[in-house]
C-alpha cells in the first residue's frame, strides 16, 4: 500500500545540499518513492524555491541537475485563486506555507505534509498532518 505524500521545500533541498544532520531520513522518503511505498506530491513554487534557495549555496548547475532529475519522482499540484484566498485568511504567519498547506490538503489523495519546519505548521487545521521525515518513517515501521 502507497503513501501519498506531500514534499515539503526543505526536504528537496536536503537532497540537493546533501544537508549532513537531515540527509539520511529525507533520502529515505525518496526510496519510499522508489520502492513503490509512496507517491510524492509537491507544488510548482517548492520546485522554485528549491532551485532559488539551493543555487546560492551550491553551484547553479548542479542545483538544475539534481532538481531536473528530482521531477520525475513527483506529481505537481497546482494552487489555485480559492487556495490563495484561503491562505490570506487562515493564521499562518507565513503565506507561502499557507498556499503550499492548503494546496496539499485540496488533494484528497495526500495523507501526509512532509516538512521539518513543523513549527510554522502549527496553526494548520487539523485535517492534514504535518509530521517530519523522521515522524513519518518511524510511523511505517510501527504499521
Known sequence: ??????IDTDIILDVVLVH??????????????ENEEAV??????????????????????????TIKYLLDY???LEADISIIKKAYESKFDDIEDAVQYYTAAKDDRIEYF?????????????HLPVITPLQFLKSIKSN
Request: net charge positive; charged share 25%; glycine share 2%.
Open 1 to 6: 500500500m502507497s503513501n501519498n505524500l506531500f
Open 20 to 33: 549532513e544532520e537531515f540527509i539520511e531520513n529525507s533520502r529515505a522518503i525518496f526510496k519510499q518513492f
Open 40 to 65: 510524492l506530491f509537491t507544488s510548482p513554487s517548492i520546485i522554485i524555491n528549491a532551485q532559488y534557495t539551493g543555487q546560492r549555496l551550491i553551484s547553479k548547475e548542479k542545483c538544475r541537475r
Open 74 to 76: 513527483f506529481i505537481i
Open 114 to 126: 512532509i516538512t521539518r519546519n513543523i513549527k510554522d505548521f502549527k496553526t494548520a487545521e487539523n
